[in-house]
């Protein structure tokens, strides 16, 4: 019955002809954004961020909630037509996708993916409103340990995630955490690694480095490597989009097991719509009884990782909203919102401002009923966005990031640290140093360190109160062994190396 | 890229050597728990330790990597080279003026558009500047010396 009343709330408000503007312009923006290579959902929420500082919290976040599921949608168009993937969260849709419109059957692809989008977005929101609340009830028990054991394991899960180089992962999460100390100290009130410049004293600014790392470097990585893709000229028509009795049946249970694949990750900190997409192909692909098949048109391989990253995305709401951990970049640029507004996200927030949570949530359902209507209908003016040259979205990015930086403290200083980051990022991005961990870190710098701080003086320094306290305790094991995984996964190599020379060595 | 990803590496170590340098002159513990410097400290030291690894793994490898500077390397530099002008315009021009150039310049530059279709697309960029950010979002933007 409570789920049904905060459903009647939640409804109530994203009902108002406003919101629904709010979340109509969000995914309409989203799938924009999801469009065009070389601009993502966290880019372009950071360079809006600063410009919704007056309006209403709710309304605005709403709107961001629907550029990041947007996103989801858009990338697919990209992928399917041109094989170059709109966004990192529909590489896995390439490879089936565009063989597919190779054989002419553009159509369906594009449709299957923005249908099992739909289910299992939907499907994740009901999921959410039931899991978001209990994790916040979960949490209210939560003290300064356990907040410490969280980020804690939420900067381990990066070095899983993180790729290749693992000791790379971790130098740019401490970086974040650098970063993040830079000001006034909170706790004892002295200036760190200000250098005695007066801009410094309040620390960086979030926006700033997003604006950077993610708007501008983004910029300067595509003029040199450029992602260019030939678009089939084939035209679409709407009977192309309808799915065969056959298409669904070799779907359906891509859909769901995506969307579950897709719902799990999203909740796992630092696991992301990309991962989450990525985990949905393989499992698919391990699942089907003609494995053979995929890479080759199989429509089941754009259904899995479709759903999965819908869901995904999704589902990144509840750590997000009950715990206040983003457990993405995306979710991650949002907390700076909440900042931005002065609104702490987590297990409170569901008592102070029932009406953000559950207006936000509620939300969803929209959006994404909007989404499914958008991309039935609206796909060939999608399309048209594609013929629009580089330059000028290029001229956009620098545009917004500049104003985006000089806004947040209305000096100078600011567009030129902007800048000096965009330059960090795009010399990390070069160098295969990954920059998510490095903006996960920072965000959580303060939340991770202070509680760290706090846990101890309340111990009176002594360490045992991060291995007494049971959920402590589990973070804290969870965090060890994904520091450990990279060591963990050689020795499994090594082992698995060993096994698979052993018959040769019987044989001799 | 062995060569710059060595240079990254050494630039890392500086960085965690720094931090080591400038943490240890903030207080480590205080009586109430871990001062200020306790985290950076620790920062620094792992930052040092895991650009030694960088560095130490670099020597070890004899593989080539793809090359650091690619053909187009030169037209992101010219490209940042026009942002930095730009910016350091903006306090005379202002942003509608200052950037509607920029725009202007990178597509003359990058796309070889005409140079009519550039000078229109900076006209119609300066007057949505001024527009959306100046009067609807009332952001208080530098005008410059011609308080557009």
Known sequence: MELLSNLYTGFSIALTLNNIIYCLVGVLFGQIVGVLPGIGAPTAIALLLPLTFKANPTSALIMFAGIYYGVAYGGTITSVLINVPGESSTVMTCLDGYQMALKGRAGAALSVACIGSWIAGTASIVLLMAFASALAKFALRFGPSEYFALTAMAFGLLTVFGGEQPIKTIISTMIGLLIATIGLDVVSGMPRFAFGVPQLLGGIDFIVIICGMFGVAEVFSSIEEPEEGELLKSKLHLRDLFLTWQDWIASRWAILRGGIIGFIVGIIPAGGITTASFLAYLAEKRASRHPERFGHGAIEGVAAPESANNAASISGFAPLLALGIPGSPTTAVMLAGFMMWGIRPGPMLFQKNPDLVWGLISSMYIGNFLLLLINIFLIPAFVAILRLPYTIIMGFIVIFASVGAYSVNNNFFDVWLMLGFAVLGYLMRKLQYPIVPLVLALVLGNLSENSFRQALTISGGSFSIFFTRPISLIFIIAAILAYLSPVIRWALKGLRHRTDRSPKLDSI | ?148
């Open chain 2, 1 to 148: 890229m062995r060569l710059a990803d060595f240079i990254g590496g050494v630039a890392v170590l500086i960085l965690g050597l720094a931090v080591i340098f400038f943490s240890s002159q903030l207080t480590y513990y205080s009586e109430f728990g871990p001062g200020p410097g306790f985290l950076p400290l620790w920062v620094g030291i792992i930052i040092t330790a895991c650009a030694i690894y960088v560095i130490v793994d670099l020597l070890k490898k004899h593989d080539k990597t793809g090359e650091f500077f690619k053909p187009r390397t030169r037209l992101g530099l010219q490209v940042f080279i026009t942002i930095i002008i730009s910016f350091l315009l903006l306090p005379l021009l202002g942003f509608a003026v200052g950037l509607a150039l920029f725009i202007g310049v990178t597509m003359r530059m990058m796309g070889k558009h005409h140079w009519i279709s550039c000078g229109l697309t900076a006209i119609v960029t300066a007057i949505g500047i001024h527009f959306i950010f100046i009067s609807w979002l009332t952001i208080p933007l530098p005008r410059g010396l011609i308080g557009w």
